[in-house]
């Protein structure tokens, strides 16, 4: 039996891996050859990281009922602010 | 010219031609890749040796005639089907670790430095080849391709690596009428069309073709 496994790469050394992309393979000896082959034959990756896709635990819905923005980065209008401050930065050095 | 290396570089060469042949055409789309990636390999092991050899590679491996070739008959096989090719694959493997490790040993430091370092990249495929042959050890498939190859697989080393190649594969060494024509010296029908199709480019372009 197949199961997919999701491909992470690491880049370089202390960097965060990343999804790279999937392998359908029966085991984790072809998961490690193919992705090997896949992910590593052009020296793109440092390490590799093999999960199985059904151990991944998804959390994928957020209940936002009330509407409370001022959790959010998008509530504020960093923008017009920063401009704010830039002006008032660039009048005190006048 | 070193035989010994000769064979080798020879064995490279056309066993990643063959392998190759199963580009676009392997059984999954994963294995298409790998398999693919390891032909290339060997291909390049080729002409790090031809490279020790000669000047120029690309001279040495495809301006001789057709008889100068050292291969062995088991990687000029056309084979058709997957049991076959992974037998093929599996049992070179095998049988290529007991060269290479000979060669490691070598008293001309390039050469040992070389064989080393084939070995590493040697070692993934090894890696695959068992896999492989874990898998489909059972099937009645590729048992009869090991069965059908292994006096291929023997005929591969000098004589007095086979009993180590024997021991390492479970089998039990050939006999001198099984292997007729399957040793290195002599060659299979199919090396003939092979290499018409390997030395197209060279004899269409002898200069040299640019990419």
Known sequence: MSVVWEVFRQDRKGQPFEHAGSIVAPDADFAEAWAREQYGRRGESVALWLVPREQIHTVGDWADEFDLKYRRVDGYSIKARLKEARERAAARAG | ?211
Not at chain 2, 31 to 55: K, M
Not at chain 2, 146 to 170: I, N, S, T
């Open chain 2, 1 to 211: 010219m070193n035989e010994l290396l000769l064979g080798l570089a020879d064995d490279e060469l056309v066993i990643g031609w063959r392998d190759s042949e199963w580009t676009g055409i392997a059984p999954m789309l994963e294995e298409d890749v790998a398999f693919s990636s390891i032909a290339q390999n060997e291909i390049g092991h080729a002409r790090a040796v031809y490279e020790l050899l000669a000047e120029d590679a690309d001279a040495l491996a495809f301006d001789r005639p057709l008889d100068a070739y050292r291969c062995a008959p088991l990687v000029e096989l056309r084979l058709l089907d997957w049991a076959h090719a992974i037998a093929r694959r599996w049992l070179y493997e095998v049988a290529d670790e007991i060269r290479i490790a000979a060669l490691m040993e070598d008293d001309d430091a390039r050469v040992a430095g070389l064989a080393a370092k084939i070995n590493r990249e040697e070692a993934y495929h090894r890696m695959h080849a068992e896999m492989w042959r874990e898998r489909l050890a059972d099937t009645p498939q590729f048992r009869a391709a090991v069965e059908d190859l292994w006096p291929y697989a023997a005929g591969m080393l000098p004589a007095k690596q086979r009993e180590a190649l024997a021991a390492r594969a479970h089998r039990s060494l050939p006999s001198d009428k099984l292997l007729l024509g399957k040793e290195r010296g002599g060659h299979t029908e199919q090396l003939a069309e092979l290499w018409d199709e390997m030395t197209m480019v060279r004899h269409s372009a002898p200069a040299g073709a640019q990419w």
